[in-house]
């Protein structure tokens, strides 16, 4: 899936003949995409550790009952 969009999007730039993008340009859009891909790649795996490690689980109160 993410080869497809990459050779989709590689497609579309190489059709967009009037657009030029400097080697900064390239520089910021090869660091936004790994940053990116390195942001959700992090947080899919807090999620992960967290549901094995039991954080998702139901919280039980453990406050003093205050209905005395």
Same mark, same amino acid.
Do not use: E, N, Q, Y
């Given at each position: 899936?993410?080869?497809?969009?990459? =050779? @989709?999007?590689?497609?579309?730039?190489?059709?967009?003949?009037? =657009?030029?993008? $400097?080697? *900064? $340009?390239w520089?910021? +859009?090869?660091? $936004?995409? =790994?940053?990116?891909?390195?942001? @959700? @790649?992090?947080?899919?795996? +807090?999620?992960?550790?967290?549901?094995r490690? $039991?954080?998702?689980e139901?919280? *039980?109160?453990?406050?003093? #009952? #205050?209905?005395?």
């Open positions: 899936m993410l080869l497809l969009a990459l =050779v @989709g999007a590689a497609r579309l730039l190489a059709d967009l003949d009037a =657009v030029s993008i $400097g080697i *900064h $340009g520089i910021a +859009l090869t660091l $936004g995409a =790994v940053f990116s891909l390195a942001v @959700g @790649g992090g947080l899919m795996a +807090l999620v992960f550790i967290s549901s490690r $039991g954080h998702d139901v919280v *039980h109160d453990v406050r003093p #009952d #205050d209905r005395a």
